[in-house]
Each structure stands twice: as structure tokens, then as C-alpha cells.
């Protein structure tokens, strides 16, 4: 496993380094890996990923999302505000990262070069922190690289990893290359510049999706990117629904292989019924904290 050790970001103040180390110990497991149980895609995908064949009805109702996040074994649960102002005081246990922009898919990059912009502010959500007593341990934040509006998200999402440590928050940033100049958004050199953005940026962990070659293996490819990433840790997207065994064997190997620190993953968790999707959080989480081999985590998620 990887050295666990906390470093603290320079722009972490002194009066809040205590702060930052609970928020990163609670989030890692004091693993040094995050799982990030992804919970945004009400707004970025729409109903589309929570209605329809081979999904479980209980996906329908945001209340699912939450009964997973408060049940199963994860890292920390990233959505946006208003849902959690909305939920969570009906589940104060859960560890919460705040997504503070998201865009809907409707306008489609032939039409238009993807922008997202914030929703909320640091100060806000420090409110919010303090009025609800919720463990708020982070901030998300989306950038387009390659969008012609890049340079307004690259802005924003400096300003923002650097306020949120300023207040003691982790940050990570989902980096998505995308829009008419990206002709091959999971090329290897795109993805590990992806990577490379993040770590200028300042940023704890690094959403990226795993690099994709003709006649190439997708974990051996990761290699540039983590090494580009520096001592920003690389988690990679879950993706749309896949077999179970292909996904946690491909877990596995993004971190042993590729040396990825992690995994962000939503629609293969929550578009199952509630005790499946908990089974697998918890294989997920095996293989991501708890060091296990897929085997082992295979029999955590079969009952």
C-alpha cells in the first residue's frame, strides 16, 4: 500500500492543519486511498441513471442514495448541497463532500463547448458546516479541459481548492477533457495532463476517467498519469453499470498496476437494490481501504 503519511498543503493555515488531518484521515481511513461513493449525477445525468431497465426501483427516490452512503462501508459521499441540506439530518453519520458546480447533459458539446460554474461558495458551505453540525469533510468541483471555457473553470477551481484548505477541506476535482477541440478524451497523454492540471491546481485527489489505447492495457497506461499527478492521488470514475468480478478486477488493478489511490464510483452502487448495493460498497471499500484481494471482495459482495 501506499505511504499513508498526511502532508499538509502549504496553504492549509497553521490554526486549521488539525482540521484538514481529521478531514483527510476520515475520508482515507487513514488508508492514504480514498472511496468515493459519487451521488451527483441527479443533475448531471438527470433521471436517466435512477429510472428505467435495470435499475432498482428504490434508485428513484433520492433517499436510496443516503440509505447507502449511512449503511455501507465508504470513504466519503459527494453530492450537492441542497440535497444534503434536505437529507442530512436524517443521516448526521455520513461524511459528506460537497459538489459546488454540476451542468446537465441536455446541452450536447456539438451544440455548445461544455461550461459548468459554481452553484455555492466556501463561505457558504462553512455556514452550513456550522449551523447543521453535519461532517462536512470537502469540496468538489468539475472542470471541461479542452472547452473553449476552460480558463473560467480552471479559475474557479483554483479559487476554490485554495479557499476550502484555507478552511481546513480536502478537495478533489473531476477533470473531464471534453468539447470540440478534444478529439480523444481518454487518450493517455490527455488523461495524464488531466492529471498534471490538477496537481498545479493544488488539489487532494484527481477524478479522471482510466486512459484508453488500442492494444494497450488501461492500468499500465495510468502509469503516466499518477506519475504526472505527483503528490495529487488519482481516483479513477466507475463508469456506466458493468459485471461486478470486471469491475472490482479492474479496482484492483487501476491501484496495484496503475497506482491510482482510489475510486469514485455511482451508477454500479446505487442502481442496485439497497442490500446489493450495500454488499458491494463493501467490496469496493475492501479492495480500496482495506488492502483486500478481489477473491476476498468478491465474497464480501456475494451473499
Known amino acids: 500500500m501506499k505511504d499513508n503519511k498526511i502532508l499538509i498543503p502549504a496553504d492549509v493555515p497553521q490554526e486549521y492543519v488539525n482540521d484538514y488531518s481529521k478531514h483527510y484521515s476520515l475520508v482515507t481511513h487513514n488508508s492514504g486511498r480514498l472511496m ?10 438527470l433521471n436517466k441513471d435512477f429510472y428505467g431497465d435495470n435499475i ?34 436524517d443521516f448526521p453519520n ?17 451544440q455548445k463547448d461544455p461550461l459548468s460554474t459554481s452553484m455555492t461558495s466556501i463561505d457558504a458551505i462553512m455556514r452550513f458546516k456550522k449551523s447543521s453540525g453535519l461532517t ?32 481546513g477541506l480536502i478537495s478533489v476535482l473531476w477533470i473531464y477533457p471534453r468539447g470540440k477541440a478534444v478529439k480523444d478524451e481518454k487518450d493517455p497523454n490527455i488523461v495524464a495532463g488531466a492529471a ?14 482510466p486512459p484508453k489505447k488500442e492494444g494497450f492495457d488501461s492500468a499500465q497506461l495510468l502509469k503516466q498519469a499518477t506519475k504526472a499527478a505527483g503528490r495529487t492521488k ?5 463508469g456506466s453499470s458493468t459485471d461486478v468480478e470486471l469491475f472490482l478486477k479492474g479496482l484492483h488493478t487501476q491501484i496495484h498496476v496503475g497506482g491510482t489511490s482510489g475510486n469514485a464510483t455511482g451508477r454500479n452502487i446505487h442502481q442496485k437494490p439497497l442490500a446489493e448495493a450495500i454488499r458491494f460498497c463493501n467490496a469496493i471499500y475492501a479492495i480500496t481501504v482495506e488492502n483486500k484481494t478481489v477473491a476476498e471482495a468478491i465474497k464480501i459482495y456475494k451473499p
Open 94 to 110: 455520513v461524511p459528506y463532500l460537497i459538489k459546488i458546480n454540476s451542468k446537465t447533459g441536455l446541452i450536447k458539446t456539438d
Open 136 to 167: 462536512i469533510c470537502g469540496i468538489g468541483y468539475t472542470i471541461y479541459l479542452g472547452s473553449e471555457y476552460e480558463n473560467i473553470m480552471l479559475g474557479e477551481a483554483a479559487k476554490y481548492v485554495f479557499e476550502a484548505h484555507q478552511h
Open 56 to 89: 432498482s426501483d428504490e434508485d428513484g427516490d433520492p433517499i436510496h442514495l443516503f440509505n447507502i452512503a449511512s449503511q455501507a462501508k465508504i470513504g466519503v459521499f459527494a453530492t450537492q448541497l441542497g440535497l444534503i441540506a434536505k437529507y442530512g439530518k
Open 196 to 209: 498534471g492540471v490538477a496537481a498545479t491546481l493544488g488539489s487532494d485527489f484527481v477524478k479522471v476517467n
Open 234 to 238: 488519482i481516483i479513477c470514475a466507475g
Open 36 to 45: 468515493l461513493f459519487a451521488g451527483d449525477q441527479k443533475i448531471e445525468h
